[in-house]
C-alpha cells in the first residue's frame, strides 16, 4: 500500500512530479516515485544519496571537503621529512586512513553499490562520521602537543600548524556529516553512536588508539614483560570492542536477542580486569626505581635535551598511564550501564 505524504517538487518541462511515498513492509521506508505519462520509477532514500547527483547533494559536499582536508594534512606532514616520532607518525597514519576510507566510500556511493553490501549503508556512514571526528581531533592535538611545539618559528612550524588547521577542518566535517545524517534519518534508524553504550564504545576506542599511538615507540615497553602485557592488554580490549562494534553494524544482536547484552556485559567487564591490571603494572614498572623505572623526570635524560624535537619518553609514559586510567573509568561506566540493563531494567 502507498502512502502519498508530501509533494516536494514539480518539473513543469516534463509534465511530471516528485511525490514522497512510504512503504511501511519494506527495508526502505520512505522513497520517491516519479509520477510522469508513462508510468513510474522508484527510488529508495539510500539512492537519493548515492547517486551521479551525489556531488550536488550536502553528503556529496561534505565528501569532497573531507578528502581535500585529509589529504593536504597528510601532504603538508609528510613533506616536513623524517624525525617527527612516532605519535607524528601515528597522526599521518590517522589521516591517509580517513582519506583512503572516505575515497572508497565516495566511491561506492557513485557507484550505487550499497544495495550489495551485508549491513546498513545509513549506519556505516553515521558510525564512519564519528569516528572519523575523533580521530582526526586526537590527530590534530597530538601533532600538536607532541611536535608543533618544539619546532622553531619559521616554514616547517607554519607549514605543521597549516597542517593541523586541516586537521581540525576534517574534523568539523565530519562531524556536521554525522550530525545530517543523524537529522535526516531522525525516527527512521536508530544509529549505534547516538545511544548510551554506542557513546561509550566510541570512547574507549579514541582512546585506545592514542594510547597506541605513544605505544608505538617499543622502547617504551619492550624491556619489561609486564608492559608488554600492558600493550597485550591495550590490544585485547580494542580487538573486542572493534568487534562488538562490527556485530552491531552488522545488526547480529538481531539473531541472539537475549544472549547479545550479555556477551557485551562480559566484554567490558573482562576489559575491566584487564585495564586495572594495566593501571597498576604499568606505573610501577615505569616511575617506580625498584622495579627499573624513573620516578623524577628530571631523571630521563630525554628531557633535559634543550634541543627537544618531540615529547620526551617519560612525559609519553605518564600520558599512557593517564589515559589508561581514563580508559578504565570508562569502561566502569560501560558496565555499570550494562548491568542497569540486564539486571534491574529487565
Known sequence: MLIYSAVSSRHSSLGSYWVEVSLPNEKESHVKAKLGGRGFTIATTSHVISSPRLCSHPIGVYRLLQLFSTCAAFSLVASLGTGMGAVSHWSMF?????????????????????????????????????????????????????????????????????????????????????????????????????????????LETSVACIIFAF???????????????????????????????????VKFENRLYTFFPRFLLGQTVLSVLLYASALVLWPLYQFNEEFGGQPQRSSDASCSDELLSTLCIWDQKLTVAILTAINLLIYVADMAYWIHFIFIRY
Not at 618544539?150 to 605543521?160: C, E, I, N, V, W
Not at 622502547?219 to 570492542?241: D, E, I, R
Open 94 to 202: 590517522i589521516w591517509c586512513f580517513c582519506f583512503v576510507i572516505t575515497l572508497i566510500t565516495f566511491i561506492v556511493q557513485l557507484g550505487e553499490y550499497q544495495p550489495s553490501l551485508p549491513f546498513s549503508g545509513r549506519s556505516f556512514l553515521f558510525t564512519y562520521a564519528c569516528l572519523a571526528a575523533v580521530f582526526c581531533l586526537s590527530a590534530s592535538i597530538m601533532y600538536a602537543i607532541t611536535y608543533i611545539q618544539f619546532l622553531p618559528h619559521g616554514p616547517f612550524r607554519d607549514q605543521a600548524t597549516a597542517a593541523t588547521a586541516f586537521s581540525c577542518i576534517a574534523c568539523v566535517l565530519y562531524a556536521l556529516e554525522g550530525v545530517f545524517l543523524w537529522l535526516l534519518f531522525l525516527g527512521e534508524t536508530t544509529f549505534y553512536f547516538a545511544t548510551i553504550h554506542g557513546l561509550f564504545k566510541l
Open 215 to 249: 605505544i608505538s615507540s617499543t622502547y617504551l615497553h619492550q624491556h619489561q614483560p609486564a608492559l608488554v602485557w600492558c600493550v597485550a592488554v591495550y590490544s585485547v580490549c580494542f580487538t573486542l570492542g572493534a568487534v562488538a562494534m562490527l556485530l552491531k553494524l
